[in-house]
């Protein structure tokens, strides 16, 4: 398994100083949202994995760490699917409130971004 930082640190890369210059309560009501997001997407992951799991397992990843851990966190693989999407674009599908606030869904467009993978490995030459 490769190694990728943002599939055990979530603020990785990312310059986040300009959270420590909001107000405390403005802190809080951003913590408070994305815990909120982060339960529903837990609650929504645990439902389709238990639906998966008792009625299409053989659809289930065979190595649940590589597909916890494979890849980085910007992308949204899906467990029963040869798909991915941004995981932006799978927050904006979980939590279709968060448009409201003004919050991008991506870099790309507004729209959901859905492709192949794992994406296809190219022979080297």
């Not at 990785?12 to 997407?41: C, G, W, Y």
């Not at 659809?59 to 798909?83: F, H, K, Q, V």
Request: proline fraction near 8%; aromatic fraction near 8%.
């Amino acid at each position: 398994m490769k190694d990728e930082p943002t599939a055990y640190r979530i603020e990785h890369d990312l310059d986040l100083k300009f959270i420590r210059t909001l107000a405390d309560d403005d802190r809080l009501t951003l913590a408070r949202l994305m815990a909120r997001a982060a339960e529903r997407s837990y609650r929504r992951g645990f439902q389709q994995g238990a639906r998966v799991a008792s009625h299409r397992p053989e659809d289930l990843p065979r190595n649940l760490a590589e597909w916890r851990y494979g890849c980085g966190t910007d992308i949204s693989p899906w467990p029963d699917a040869p798909r991915a999407e941004t995981s932006l674009s799978r927050l904006h599908t979980e939590n279709s409130a968060l448009r409201s606030l003004g919050l991008p869904t991506s870099k790309i467009n507004d729209g959901r971004e859905i492709f192949v993978w794992p994406p296809k490995s190219v022979p080297e030459e």
